[in-house]
């Protein structure tokens, strides 16, 4: 599937400091790359809402790493999915009375629309679900032949129907090992987003679904030796990182309230069709952004849209300015007034770095936005060293006109935002 256009993306001299990234677990940083070449997944959207600032938040962190380890001179392969059908989808078109795939493609055009806007470097490989059935479908046979997947009747239908296909997480011994959570929260995760722990037949509560069987009314795909159906959730996240990625891959990255169970899930399945223990170095999670107090959420409509602010005329430099002011780990509350603290920022930016006039050396901050985004993708400390030049550009004693010309290039190489 093809992503959006990406933006030109400034040169700059020298060279970055290699990204250390918090690890969830044990919380120390720890190198975001090892060798000469990065491999990211991002999991996708499930288009049937255009694009919120939870979402862009998130894929700006992403962003914001992918530039870093440009910065670096590392080989860059990103890889991101889009789970253009699932449970979600189809509730909203029977909400609606739409068809779901006229949801998903025109949901799918606004979020590349916003993620262009934004200037966010479009991931090498972008794969969405409906045309991926004939790899996802390979996967799980081959998790049935490897004993990690069995059949589970799905009551009342014909004998034609071969039955539901789930995962055996008892044959994962790793299972848990990412979210590192209790039983009890994991089961109580599980049903609240998108399980069914009480579902008859399974061998455990939290095996969760890779192949669901056609359902009268449901779009479904040919699944060869699995009956005609639709992939699962988790599934698809393994296939794509497996399939379009070296492994084991150096940072899978989500929300993180893709944590559990949807990262455990993928990463379980990951490691029966990779044999590998550990499929993905490190795990990024980006916090959540509420709106009127609570988590911002296509289940509780509490949504600010991008598209709905460009349409209101927001500069889409100060939005993403705005929403890099916050560190990715960072929970915090969209109030609005974000957005003219970044507008007047934005125009101080401009009036000093974006001027033609000599302004003063600029070296000390290129290195300090580049250490502040070594350290854990700290754009909080980015921003402030920006400020910092900005503030005392006029008292400079050094004067040399590239010098401001080097610094406009690092904030749009480094932080993407363009100052002329
Ligand atoms: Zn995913």
Redo the contacts with the bound molecule.
Sequence with gaps: MHSWTGPTVSVIPGTGEVPLIKDDISGELRPSVVGEQANLYV?GITPYDSTHLGHAFSYLAFDLLVRAWRDLGVTVRYAQ?LTDIDDPLLERARATGRDWSKIASSQTALYKSDMAALRVIPPDSYRGVVESVPQIVTAVERMIDVGQAYRVPVPGSSAANLGDICADLAADPDFGSLSALSREAQDRLFAERGGDPDRPGKRHRLDPLLWRAARPGDPSWDGRTLGRGRPGWHI??AVFASNELEQPIDVLG?GKD?IFP?HEM?VSHSRALTGLEQPARLTMHTGMVHYDGQKMSKSLGNLVFVSDLLDRGVNPAALRLALISHHYREDWEWRGRELALAEARLSRWREVIGSVKPQGPSAEAITQIRSALANDLDTVAAVAAVDEWVRAAPLARERSPYAAADLRRAIDALLGIKLY
């Design positions: 999991c999915g698809e996240c989500g893709l949807h993928s």
